[in-house]
């Protein structure tokens, strides 16, 4: 071992008992006193606890943590090696498909407008968001506790400065460009509390009255609302349909739009995610026609291929993307934070808008998540809770091919924390429902669901918190009742 690599890897005075933050230690002096350099390979988990006499595991969860914290790098299929992204290392600023000039072109002045009711012709039942308890509280607080402590020294002007997001902003920052390949430069990402406001806030600054945008959300009542108040037209091609990017190159050719709104991770209800090759060709019709491309995502833990799903804003768009979401679905606080992604111009641009309300944050608990990222604390999170997801997914599945498959049609979804699920025609989901709810079944809807008297076929089923029992026997029930309404 001592040939093959650049250092000799029997590490002295291993204990067995604290070997994994041992090796940690060890890989990350021998980085930066420049015994180990970007690129170096260094031995697997295995041969390492082979030649040093310690537990797979252990080095396995010392290798892990130093993926997370950025030091190393393992791909499938290949040798880990010391990251080229390693913390010594400066980040040099990658051409990308954010530019500093707004490529779609900056609108002028807009006015808001009255918005509309809008009926779901679904229903929505199970959680789209995992449980809090899976969120390690006791980490953040190892955070927070110290932050807040420290804190109560400060002066006002040094309290108020940490509402301009800058450590956290930084640390998301680092996080998309190492981990996601945005190559973002610090002033093209802006921290936003609550989505209505960052729909609001980016649509101000978009959407002149009267310009086009194409909604392929339609059932999305915050995001129809948001087009609605800044005067928007709206045209709607819905992502269910395999000619999508047809319909839309279609009426690109014959009307002007501005912007396009689109899901392309996991849509809104239906949990489809784009091909590879769809997205390239969105980026396509977007540079050709000179239209902005509305990224928003809040699935990005949640993919259950071999590879994450990536996103438009990692691809070279030439600047006709602006990216949304949430930071994170761990917890209602990183799931209020909201990014917006975009050139330089654009975000510029926002920063002119009046300030937001500062009454609603935290930013000691904004300060505890950047470190948590920083650290690699939430990306351990987010591999441990898509793990379960995965889990969850399958088993929800084979209740649905057990107890329903003659009833309904879908497809299992690649990303997201829901089912998009089509009943016959002849069923009305709202009566089985009631049915089930008569027999002393609670189900369990959504707390965004809007109830309606109307017929329906389709449910939006979620499993980010699962009951294998609850749905085993919700599934059951329902089975029997769809049979005996609708004998085959």
Not at 63 to 86: C, E, F, M, Q, R
Not at 247 to 272: D, G
Not at 334 to 345: E, F, G, H, K
Request: glycine share 6%.
């Amino acid at each position: 071992m001592k040939n093959k690599y650049s250092i000799d890897w029997l590490i002295p005075g291993l204990d067995k008992t604290k070997c994994t933050s041992q090796i940690i230690d060890f890989i990350i002096q021998a980085v930066t006193s420049g015994d180990l350099m970007a690129g170096d390979f260094i031995p697997s988990y295995r041969a390492l606890a082979k030649l040093n006499k310690v537990g797979e595991s252990s080095v396995r969860r010392a290798y892990t943590k130093l993926v997370d914290t950025y030091w190393l790098t393992s791909n499938p299929g290949s040798a880990t090696s010391i990251s080229k992204h390693n913390p010594t290392e400066n980040l040099i600023h990658e051409e990308s498909g954010f530019t500093e000039r707004f490529s779609a072109g900056m609108p002028v002045k807009n006015k808001n407008a009255e918005p509309k009711k809008i009926a779901e012709p679904f229903s929505g039942v199970g959680s789209d968001f995992p449980s809090p308890a899976s969120f390690p509280d006791e980490k953040l607080l190892s955070y927070y506790v110290p932050l807040l402590v420290e804190s109560k020294g400060l002066t006002q002007a040094e309290f108020f400065a940490a509402f301009d997001s800058k450590e956290l902003r930084a640390a998301v920052i680092d996080n998309l460009n190492r981990k996601r390949g945005f190559g973002l430069n610090q002033d093209m990402l802006t921290v936003i509390h609550g989505r209505k406001s960052s729909l609001d806030r980016v649509f101000k600054c978009l959407i002149t009255p009267g310009d086009v945008v194409v909604n392929t959300a339609p059932f999305d009542l915050k995001l129809a609302i948001a087009l609605e108040k800044c005067g928007a037209k709206v045209q709607i091609i819905d992502r269910k349909h395999d000619d999508f990017l047809e319909r839309l190159e279609q009426l690109l050719q014959n009307t002007k739009v501005r912007a396009i709104h689109i899901r392309p991770q996991c849509s809104y209800p239906e949990s489809y995610s784009l091909s590879e090759s769809a997205c390239n060709r969105l980026i396509e019709l977007a540079k050709k026609y000179k239209i902005c491309l509305i990224e928003e995502e809040d699935d990005h833990e949640f993919w259950y291929g071999k590879y994450p799903f990536r996103a438009l804003a990692s691809r070279r768009h030439g600047g006709f993307v602006i990216y949304m979401g949430a930071l994170s679905k761990a917890s209602p606080e990183t799931s209020a934070l909201r990014l917006v992604v975009a050139p330089t111009q654009f975000i510029a641009d926002m920063q002119l808008l009046p300030k937001q309300s500062i009454e609603h944050r935290d930013v000691i608990r904004e300060r505890a998540i950047a470190k948590m990222i920083t650290n690699g604390d939430m990306l351990e999170y987010a591999r441990d809770i898509r793990l379960k997801s995965r889990v969850y997914r399958d088993q929800l599945h084979k209740i649905l091919k057990d107890h329903l498959e003659k009833h309904i049609e879908y497809q299992v979804p690649q990303n997201g924390l829901t089912f998009w699920l089509k009943f016959d025609e002849v069923i009305d989901l709202n009566m089985v429902l009631d049915k089930l709810e008569e027999m002393g079944v609670p189900v369990p809807y959504h707390p965004n669901h809007q109830k309606t008297k109307e017929k329906l076929n389709h449910m939006m089923l979620g499993f980010g918190a699962f009951d294998i029992d609850e749905a085993l026997g919700g599934a059951t029930l329902l089975g029997q009742i769809i049979s005996g309404l609708h004998p085959k």
